[in-house]
């Protein structure tokens, strides 16, 4: 009976190395029958069975079962893991990974970004107000009459409860005066709407930065000095500022500001269509009547506000000559911005 059983156990042991080093499915099947099959070395050795004392069967039935399960095991065991190990042969290891576009940061918030970035080292702080206004925000408090052209159902967007789709950042400057005393030094980026005709220039949402500075003695010449730094610091030293006489009703003197064509360095082409200069926006000194409406005594402070059209900045940044293409979202457009891969 020892006999029997140190021969089942050493098949067991047999089989099981045997099993470890099958390296293929079928190589672990033919294990599996050569041990478990019908005329399988397992069975063969039970066949003796017969010829044991009643006393000595029970011993000899366990190391039976336990060598046929643990074979049975471990044959499950190998094939799962073969199994798994076929699909790992199916890839490639030495081909490159798969890339995926993480994406990037679109060239409007790249420019308000970098753009904010600069007024931050001058000493703006960042202001915020909401897309939809009311009218005494974004046209009484600003001095507009209300007959105003810009007040017009053409050129607004209003809600029907009387309230509008702000069209400037310009109301930020109100909401800023009105929850704090001077000195103020604040940029405001945002959305804006207006009723335009899409077109290479012109679209209803866009983008401004509006920039106030309000304190005791502020001037024009720091308005020219701050637009000239800002200049410098996004388009390059070669940049120049100039004023051009203009009308906001809510600045006095009011005016227009241009940067030398940073294209031809101001000598003439075809962006800055031969004149040298590329409009940005408007600017001025605050009128006393907008301080007037946030309390503020236009006796004893002054200050200049001006405002940014985004687009056109990243228009002239990027080399850009169709606004529209900022808001298609066509990832060919797109990925050209993509500094990161
Ligand atoms: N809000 C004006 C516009 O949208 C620009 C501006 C801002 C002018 C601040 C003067 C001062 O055209």
Redesign the pocket.
């Known amino acids: 009976m020892s006999t029997l059983k140190s021969e089942l156990e050493s098949a067991l042991d047999n089989g099981l190395k045997e099993i470890e080093i099958a390296d293929d499915a079928k190589a672990v099947e033919e294990i599996r029958i050569k041990y478990l099959g019908k005329k399988g070395i397992v069975s063969q050795l039970l066949k003796s069975v017969g010829r044991l004392s009643p006393e000595e069967r029970p011993e000899i039935g366990k190391t039976a079962n336990l060598c046929k399960t643990s074979l049975a095991g471990a044959v499950e065991e190998k094939k799962k893991s073969l199994s798994s190990n076929t699909v790992d042969k199916s890839i490639d290891i030495s081909l490159p990974g798969r890339r995926r576009g993480i994406g990037s940061k679109h060239p409007v918030n790249q420019v308000i970004d970098d753009a904010v970035e600069i007024f931050r080292r001058l000493g703006f702080i960042v202001a915020d107000g909401p897309d939809i206004e009311d009218e005494f925000h974004n046209f009484d408090a600003l001095n507009t009459p209300a007959d105003h052209p810009s007040r017009d159902i053409q050129d607004t967007f209003y809600l029907p409860d009387g309230r509008l789709l702000r ?4 109301p930020v ?1 109100i909401r800023v005066m009105e929850s704090r005393k001077p000195p103020i030094r604040i940029v405001a980026p945002g959305r ?1 709407y207006r009723r335009d005709t899409p077109d290479a220039t012109h679209s209803m949402n866009f983008h ?1 930065i ?2 106030l500075y309000v304190d005791k003695n502020v001037s024009l010449a720091e308005l020219k000095g701050t637009l000239l730094t800002f200049a410098h610091e996004m388009f390059g030293k070669d940049v120049n500022v100039r004023f051009r006489p203009h009308f ?1 009703p ?2 006095e003197p ?1 005016l227009e500001y241009d940067f030398s064509c940073v294209n031809c360095n101001g000598k003439g082409c075809s962006v800055c269509r031969q004149s040298g200069w590329l409009e940005i ?4 000194m605050v009128d006393p009547e907008v301080f007037k409406h946030v309390g503020c005594d236009p006796e004893e402070y002054t200050g200049y ?3 940014m059209g985004i687009e056109r900045l990243a228009m002239i940044r990027y080399k850009i000559n169709d606004i529209r293409l900022l808001y298609e979202n066509d990832v060919r457009f797109l990925r050209q911005f993509n500094y990161s891969t």
């Open positions: 069209t400037q950042t310009s400057q804006c401004q509006e920039g906001f809510f600045t009011s926006s408007g600017a001025g506000a001006f405002g």
